[in-house]
């Protein structure tokens, strides 16, 4: 048994549910966008309180949560289960599935089946995929299908191999240039956001008047319409290396062991539980049990009895 989870309240005074217009208004308006990742029901818990606009269930859950090298492995019944679990604990911002690596790709009818798994079994409100070239067509498709898609151009993990790695992208006035097309045709296709991953400030900055949609940038400097984190890299839960594009805002990690080292500690000195974590019973009802186990029958019993 743990503590029942908290379903998210509904005040009277609380935030208006993030819709696309709003996310389109609020780049007109010049409002920075604060979007995160969530993987389960606690964390959505988090990031609902804290006032985000914007949550994706990314694939870097497969490293976050689940413990793998990249996010390659993770598959769309993962997804659909962090998905879920993240949807239980949201009420106002708007919900993005991270249509892992596998699951778009291979044709267009593969795109909008996966993408409406996110919708239909997950409760999510638009998708997110990587890539220009192909992944133009998924998104045309996913949009015509009436699924509200989030691009995602630079460094694309899924695809880091073939980028020579975890490294920033569009560091070339060649590469660069493909950047902006792949955004452009992402753009063109009815994409309703699109997210910039580990390019030059200055690239996105010489972008930015020429993207009609919110773009949300995560190394990609100041002038994006907003940021997005991971929510484990932002708030310290896992540790090792993190990209040059991170800040973290608390050391959970460290505050986690710290609690449970202390639990460690007081069960070994009988510190824990102490009175306050007891049940009481009646006295009365103490001695007639202490009577049933004194009983001289109860001692006799064979296990053949049991
Ligand atoms: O999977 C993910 O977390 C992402 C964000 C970093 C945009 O794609």
Not at 60 to 65: E, F, I, K, L
């Amino acid at each position: 048994m743990s503590s029942a989870p908290r379903v998210p309240s509904t005040p009277p005074d609380e935030r208006p549910r993030i819709t696309l217009p709003r996310l389109a208004e609020m780049k007109e308006l010049g409002e920075p966008i604060a979007m995160v990742t969530a993987y389960d029901f606690p964390s959505a818990q988090v990031v609902e309180e804290a006032g985000v606009d914007l949550v994706l269930v990314g694939d870097s859950g497969a490293m976050t949560v689940l413990g793998h090298e990249s996010t390659v492995p993770v598959g769309m019944d993962e997804m659909l289960m962090l998905a879920a679990a993240v949807r239980r604990g949201l009420r106002t911002p708007l919900l993005a599935g991270d249509l892992p690596f596998g699951s778009y790709e291979g044709s267009n009818e593969q795109a909008i089946a996966n993408a409406q798994r996110f919708v239909k079994e997950a409760g999510c409100e638009a998708v997110k995929l990587e890539r220009g070239g192909a992944s133009v067509d998924r998104a045309r498709a996913i949009v015509r299908a009436g699924i509200p898609v989030m691009g995602h151009v630079g460094l694309t993990p899924q695809t880091a191999t073939a980028l020579g790695g975890y490294k920033a992208q569009g560091r070339t006035g060649e590469r660069a240039s493909q950047i902006a097309e792949d955004a452009f045709a992402l753009q063109a296709v009815g994409c309703f956001a699109i997210v910039f991953e580990a390019v030059p400030a200055a690239v996105a900055e010489a972008l930015m008047p020429r993207m009609e949609i919110p773009v949300i940038g995560i190394g990609a400097g100041g002038a994006t319409d907003g940021q997005v984190l991971v929510f484990h890299d932002l708030l310290g839960i896992n540790t090792g290396h993190t990209a040059r594009f991170v800040k973290r805002y608390a050391a959970v990690h460290d505050a986690m062991v710290a609690g449970v080292s202390e639990y460690v500690a007081e069960v070994r000195s009988h510190r824990f539980p102490n009175p306050d974590h007891e049940y009481s019973i009646d006295p009365a009802e103490l001695s007639a049990f202490a009577d049933y186990l004194d009983q001289d029958t109860l001692a006799a019993k064979t296990p053949w009895d049991w």
